[in-house]
Nanobody, 124 residues
Framework: QVQLMESGGESVQPGGSLRLSCAASGRTFVNYAMGWFRQAPGEEREFVAGLNRGGGNTYYADSVKGRFTLSRDIAKNTVFLEMNNLQPEDTAVYYC?????????????????WGRGTQVTVSS
């Protein structure tokens, strides 16, 4: 199995940028489809971005398309989420997840492994 650990969350002002990291250990993440999700207080966990197992395709929620970019560093066994032009509605705990599948699902229930999350707060 794989263990996941997110980092990089902090408080920023609207319009700011952050880069979240998801470090995998135990197994290389190239064996999994990877996803980023977020959960705001009182809300359901929602899909943000995903990467297929081969790494050739990325997927984004409409709410972040054009602002967020998912990438990976195989040598570091790490997946990144670059977030630009952050807005207050992006405030949430961000989670990294791995699925034993070829393509990433937008449904959280399809993922087998989760990190503990990292808090992103966007406020003036």
């Amino acid at each position: 199995q794989v263990q996941l650990m997110e980092s990089g969350g902090e408080s920023v002002q609207p319009g700011g940028s952050l880069r979240l990291s998801c470090a995998a250990s135990g197994r290389t993440f190239v064996n999994y489809a990877m996803g980023w999700f977020r959960q705001a207080p009182g809300e359901e966990r929602e899909f943000v971005a995903g990467l297929n197992r081969g790494g050739g395709n990325t997927y984004y929620a409409d709410s972040v398309k054009g602002r967020f970019t998912l990438s990976r560093d195989i040598a570091k066994n790490t997946v990144f989420l670059e977030m630009n032009n952050l807005q207050p509605e992006d405030t949430a705990v961000y989670y990294c997840a791995a699925a034993i599948s070829l393509t990433p699902s937008t449904s959280a229930s399809r993922y087998n492994y989760w990190g503990r999350g990292t808090q992103v707060t966007v406020s003036s």
